[in-house]
Each structure stands twice: as structure tokens, then as C-alpha cells.
């Protein structure tokens, strides 16, 4: 996988970006085999909501093309920052009224001065 450097085509050991919809976008390697939660090695095969996808059938196929899966289907792209961060979960912060006066301390603000905030999501 790489950011900086395009391919057209998906090969073994890949990095793809499975998107199922838009809140819905999954990384996952190319690879015919893959590890069970016992440490038994089986074909790699990919469950989403709209069905299994065989990954290995990947393999070959253009990024960006449309894959069927048993219920639906979903496209296959090529990895980005952007996609891999919202591929990524997601918390929410909550700052405590304590948190928040020693944020207020650390700025030195006092009443007057002038605050903005814009988050980060």
C-alpha cells in the first residue's frame, strides 16, 4: 500500500478500501489466506452486511471497480489518507469542567479575550 504512488490494477498484498456506503468503508488486505481467531490458517473471506466477498477474487481486478456480494455489492478503491482516516473509528471527547479550567489557565485567558474554537471533526 501507498499513498504517493497510484496502480491501477489490485495484486497480492494489497492494501484496498472496501466501500460498502458512506459510513461504511473498510480496509483490508488482499491475501488468499488468513488467520482464524484460533491461529488456524483459511481462505479469506470478507462478511459485510450485504454479504461475503471472496478477497482473493480481487486480485487482478482494476481499483474503483464494482464487486457483487451475496446481498449487494461495493466498490473496491485504492487506498487515500482521506479514506483511510474515515475508515478509522471515530470517539467523541468530553472535557470536564477541571479539564477545561486548567485549559483556560494554560491560555491566560481572562474576561475580554476573545476564543475561537472550531473542533476537530
Not at 26 to 35: A, F, G, H, M, S
Not at 44 to 54: C, D, E, P, S, V
Not at 74 to 84: D, G, I, N, R, S
Request: charged share 20%.
Amino acid at each position: 500500500m501507498s499513498f504517493s504512488a497510484y496502480k491501477e490494477v489490485i495484486q497480492e498484498n494489497d492494501f484496498a478500501m472496501l466501500y460498502v456506503n458512506f459510513s461504511t468503508i473498510i480496509p483490508i488486505r488482499v491475501t488468499e489466506k488468513t488467520l482464524s481467531k484460533k491461529g488456524v490458517e483459511v481462505e479469506n473471506i470478507f462478511q459485510t452486511k450485504y454479504g461475503a466477498l471472496k478477497v482473493s477474487d480481487l486480485v487482478g481486478k482494476k481499483f474503483g471497480t464494482k464487486v457483487s456480494l451475496s446481498k449487494g455489492y461495493a466498490y473496491v478503491l485504492h487506498p487515500t489518507p482521506e479514506l483511510w482516516t474515515k475508515s478509522l473509528p471515530h470517539r467523541t471527547q468530553i472535557l470536564y469542567a477541571t479539564d477545561i479550567a486548567m485549559v483556560i489557565l494554560q491560555l491566560e485567558l481572562k474576561p475580554g479575550c476573545v476564543v475561537v474554537e472550531s473542533g476537530t471533526g
